[in-house]
Nanobody, 115 residues
Framework: QVQLVESGGGLVQPGGSLRLSCSASGISESLYLMGWYRQAPGKQREMVAGMTSGGNARYDDSVKGRFTISRVNTKNTIYLEMNNLKPEDTAVYYC?????????WGQGAQVTVSS
């Protein structure tokens, strides 16, 4: 059973930075795709960034140039470096990984951007 465990998040002022981490356990091979989604109150969950094991990254337009996704394949771990955070980035951030036809999700990490 694949489990995704997140860490990081918290409260930060506008313009600040935060880093999220997510590690997968219960799997002995490298996950092809890992990524981050977020869900703000009253809104649908949306994709933020994703990265393949080959290093190909994709970002939502709203975070391009501010967020950077990275990963360590041998550890099935991904990171999300978030800079120049804005109040509209406030949301619960979820780690996501599809594997053998199933979608796995982390427990969620709250990110609040407020002065």
């Amino acid at each position: 059973q694949v489990q995704l465990v997140e860490s990081g998040g918290g409260l930060v002022q506008p313009g600040g930075s935060l880093r999220l981490s997510c590690s997968a356990s219960g799997i002995s091979e490298s996950l092809y795709l890992m990524g981050w989604y977020r869900q703000a109150p009253g809104k649908q969950r949306e994709m933020v960034a994703g990265m393949t094991s080959g290093g190909n990254a994709r970002y939502d337009d709203s975070v391009k140039g501010r967020f950077t996704i990275s990963r360590v394949n041998t550890k099935n771990t991904i990171y999300l470096e978030m800079n120049n955070l804005k109040p509209e980035d406030t949301a619960v951030y979820y780690c996501h990984a599809p594997f053998r036809g199933r979608a796995y999700w982390g427990q969620g990490a709250q990110v609040t951007v407020s002065s």
